[in-house]
């Protein structure tokens, strides 16, 4: 368990965090804006992510990201957005200011695993502090692209990939999106074992850079292991990237239905009453600030967290 000192605990203190919060706005239940998802490949260019077995991580991520979209063309209410649509290399910052500059409603970025292991599976990711060192481990491999970048010290603020405690800045800002991007997370789990059989390597948090500058629920998807010889040649293939993509297709209109069913009801009240709705709302935000992660479930009495006090999960 790693547990912050008071002295970092002030240090992020200027970061509250918003819990509660409406994510999608009223455009979309009163005005019938699209839902809008980005479809981030990682890598590409000069970055070609892992070469797990010789394949190419960056274009079996832009396959995938490339069916998603044509998958969800029939769908009308809602609209994609990629962050690149070919092999050219694009900035981490610029991926997440795309996202930003569409006023997106869900942020998806597609990757490949890689480890010396025969591990394989399907893994979803949410912006967090890591729980342990294999997520952290995940976290740096893929944050590295920033030094293919110029000027990345600058637009990271000084962020250093392999620093543990560089990842616990990284993750406040996204706190205010984390209810719903574990709830994207878990839907796409939830296809990719259900629909595919593929194994589950379930919802965690790690430090992803490409996350954290994005201001909407936003998840990275590891979709398996090219390292793995059976999961390698099925993520390099048609039938396999077609299917990963129908699977995540599906867990984008899974999410995006929920999520509208869920604010409409609590949405549902006349159009004279919604001043006093809104301010029901405001009433219900909560701050919160994250002290810990851990792999193992805590009890949250304060000899645990250094005498903190009034610690919740
Ligand atoms: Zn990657």
Request: aromatic share 10%; hydrophobic share 35%.
């Amino acid at each position: 368990m790693k547990i912050i000192q008071l002295s970092l605990i002030i240090k992020i203190l200027y970061s509250i965090i918003l819990s509660n919060t409406n994510i999608i706005t009223d455009d979309i239940l009163y005005n019938s804006k699209p839902f809008i998802v980005v479809i981030d490949a990682g890598h590409g260019g000069k970055d070609s992510g892992n070469r797990g077995n010789g394949y190419y991580e960056k274009n079996i991520a832009l396959e995938i990201a490339l069916k998603i979209g044509s998958n969800l063309r029939s769908n009308n209410d809602i609209k994609v957005i990629y962050t690149r649509k070919s092999d050219v290399f694009v900035d981490l910052f610029q991926r997440a200011r795309i996202a930003n500059s569409a006023d997106a409603d869900l942020f998806i970025s597609i990757h490949c695993d890689s480890h010396n292991s025969n591990a394989y599976g399907a893994g979803t990711f949410v912006l967090g502090l890591h729980a342990n060192d294999r997520n952290f481990e995940v976290a740096k491999k893929e944050n590295s692209v920033i030094f293919y970048e110029e000027n990345y010290e600058e637009n990271y603020d000084g962020f250093d990939p392999n620093n543990p405690e560089s990842v616990i800045g990284l993750t406040l800002m996204q706190e205010t999106y984390l209810d719903q991007s574990i709830i994207a997370a878990a839907t796409i789990q939830k296809h990719f074992v259900n629909d595919l059989g593929r194994k589950n390597r379930t919802v965690k948090q790690a430090g992803f850079i490409v996350l954290k500058y994005t201001y909407m629920p936003s998840v990275l998807i590891e979709t398996g292991f090219l390292t793995n010889k059976n999961e390698g040649a099925y993520l390099n293939s048609e039938k396999g990237q077609n299917a990963m993509a129908k699977a995540i297709s599906n867990a984008i209109i899974d999410y995006k239905n929920d999520i509208m069913k869920s604010l409409q009801e609590s949405y549902f009240f006349d159009s004279n009453e919604k001043n006093s709705h809104i301010s029901d709302v405001v009433e219900k935000i909560n701050y919160k600030i994250q002290v810990a992660a851990s792999s193992n479930k805590i009890e949250t009495k304060s000899f645990n967290f250094n005498g903190l006090k009034s610690i919740s999960r």
